[in-house]
């Protein structure tokens, strides 16, 4: 069941990325009206904001974009680093909202950060306790009782779970910074501010289904706990 679950918001995650790079590619053809990079627009809106210890880069990949309060850079794919379009002008400036969130200590990011470590050994634990369960059942059930191994399962369920949601609204909250902010400075027109909030929309449906699935892998091992323990 467990295995049918994943798959399921598997496929859903599948379908959301690819909608989000199908609506990015799209929205990447056409010029923006203002004719910045996201670069440039991501130097602008920090420093309409008064931030000057943070670094704008650019990275490989495709929808690698984030900022990094470690090092305070704000990392752009090359796409977006030197594109000029809609699509661009979304990314960067919502990467620049987390940049903003860090610089005023909005609390959900903060909390968000404080978690990291934790989120990180809980997915390690959980991976080496499926792979363990997989190759070698018998032998690990005879060292970890089942409801025990369960336990652990639910605790780092329960941990990513509360990242997952926790993150909603810090990725919420700078996607909703960066587009007021490109609609007061007039970065896009009418039509361009759409097709940016659309494409932030489509990026936000993956954290919405990460939490979703979490929660529901949460809810489906803590019914198999009460089972296993019903049937003692």
Request: proline share 2%.
């Given at each position: ?9 598997m ?10 790079k ?5 929205y990447?053809q ?30 490989q990949?495709?929808?690698t ?7 305070k850079?704000?990392n ?10 809609a ?8 990467e ?17 950060s404080?978690l ?24 690990f059930?005879?060292?970890?009782p ?11 369920y329960?941990?990513?779970s509360?990242?997952a949601i926790?993150t ?19 970065i ?5 501010y ?7 929309k489509?990026a ?12 529901t ?8 706990y009460?089972g296993?323990s019903?049937?003692?």
């Amino acid at each position: 069941m467990a295995m049918i679950i994943g798959l399921f918001f598997m496929a859903i995650g599948w379908f959301v990325q690819s909608r989000l790079k199908s609506k990015f590619r799209e929205y990447s053809q056409i010029h923006l009206s203002k004719d910045l990079t996201g670069a440039e627009i991501a130097r602008l809106m920090l420093a309409d904001h008064g931030i000057r210890d943070v670094q704008v880069i650019s990275v490989q990949g495709e929808l690698t974009d984030h900022y990094n309060p470690a090092n305070k850079t704000v990392n752009l794919s090359e796409g977006v680093f030197q594109g000029r379009n809609a699509a661009a002008a979304a990314v960067a400036s919502h990467e620049c909202g987390h940049a903003v969130q860090h610089a005023t200590a909005y609390s959900m990011l903060e909390l968000r950060s404080t978690l990291v470590p934790i989120q990180n050994a809980s997915a390690t634990v959980l991976n080496f306790i499926f792979i363990a369960l997989f190759f070698g059942s018998f032998l690990f059930r005879s060292i970890l009782p089942i409801e025990t191994a369960l336990l652990i399962i639910i605790a780092c369920y329960a941990v990513m779970s509360l990242f997952a949601i926790i993150t909603l609204p810090v990725e919420f909250d700078a996607s909703k910074r960066a587009l007021a902010w490109v609609k007061t400075r007039s970065i896009v027109t009418p039509g361009e501010y759409d097709m940016a909030q659309d494409s932030l929309k489509w990026a936000a449906m993956t954290y919405v289904v990460a939490a979703i699935g979490s929660i529901t892998m949460l809810i489906y091992y803590v019914l198999s706990y009460l089972g296993v323990s019903r049937d003692e």
